[in-house]
């Protein structure tokens, strides 16, 4: 990489995670299942669940907060909010809005991501876009989830996976790091994978939709699982590829959490060497696109990253979207 390109780079990262700790041991009180199906089949022993008093938006502006302080700038510098979320506050207004006012942010262009998972992915190639296009000069990119207020915790094969929390980046023109390349993938053929059968246009929410507990989330865990494996390997693969890097170039993978068994498969199907992939879903599980930014907050906490390490991403979530991108470190 060229130095003194003209780049988008992170500048500031935060997370939040609610206190509230829900175990595997307390989903055997509530559910047929056990400790040991959930670790051997995951790799998840515990998630946060989100307070009554705490929302995807009031999770977001504490790790926005702690992102911006990073980057040493005041909230209204900010211009363009991506605010990547599966469960907004409201379905109306963006929840971007809700953030901007509890920032006292004026100024800015925002908008809600629907991405899922892929949401941090979708989010810096946005910002990235924004800031080369220079319409933005410090974006905000918050992926937020209260994936609790959307989990069916009567369906035993999906509710053991999701937690919630968020993560938050500030990102700007940079000249040493910043995003190197992205892949977007979007594969519209498996929009069944994942999905909230009512509460939208096609099925209002009614009576028989809530009954039939229809606005919750529904997963075809198997399918998913395998789609993961083949597209977080392969969006990876081919931006590698196109940049003439090798997987020794990469200092460390940062998959999104979904399941130890998919990044393990990634690892192997790929020849990854597990101990450049950083892993914390043990302690967090699916968190939906905070997962990512989440990590790198965790990394930086745990001073595991070095100003000029390379870094690769790699999700992929409800849409079915999946995406990619290459990073050289800089904070
Ligand atoms: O972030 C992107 C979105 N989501 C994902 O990436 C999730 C991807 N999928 C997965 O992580 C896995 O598919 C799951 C964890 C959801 C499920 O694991 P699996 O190994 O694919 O299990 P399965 O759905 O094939 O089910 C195997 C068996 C079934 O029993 P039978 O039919 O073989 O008798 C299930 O009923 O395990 C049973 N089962 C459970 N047993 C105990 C399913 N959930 C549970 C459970 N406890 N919680």
Known sequence: MKPNSKLSGIIGVGSYLPPNILTNFDLEKILDTTDEWITSRTGIKERRIAGSDEFTSTMA??????????????????????????????????????????????????????????????????????????????????????????????????????????????????????????????????????????????????????????????????????????????????????????IEDINWIIPHQANRRIIEAICKHFKIPQEKVFINIEKLGNTSGGSIPIAIDEMLEKKLLKKGDILALSALGAGVTYGAAILKWGI
């Open 61 to 246: 502006v504490k790790a926005s907060k702690k992102a911006i302080e990073m980057a040493g700038i005041k909230p209204q510098k900010i211009d363009m909010i991506i605010f990547c979320t599966i469960s907004p506050d409201y379905p109306i207004p963006c929840t971007a809005g809700i953030l901007a006012k509890e920032l006292g942010i004026k100024d800015a262009g925002g908008m809600d991501v629907n991405t899922a998972c892929t949401g941090f992915i979708y989010g810096i190639a946005l910002a990235d876009a924004f800031i080369k296009a220079g319409k933005s000069k410090y974006a905000l990119v918050v992926c937020s989830d209260k994936l609790s207020a959307i989990t069916d915790y009567q369906d035993r094969s999906s509710c053991i996976l999701f937690g919630d929390g968020a993560g938050a980046v500030v990102m700007t023109q940079t000249s040493e790091h910043g995003v190197i390349d992205y892949k977007l993938g979007l594969l519209g053929d498996e929009w069944e994978k994942i999905v909230i059968p009512a509460g939208g246009s096609r099925n209002p929410a009614s009576e028989e939709t809530v009954k039939n507990r229809m606005h919750y989330m529904r997963l075809q865990g198997r399918e998913v699982f395998k789609l993961a494996v083949k597209y977080m390997g392969s969006a990876i693969e081919e931006i590698l590829k196109k940049l003439e890097m090798k």
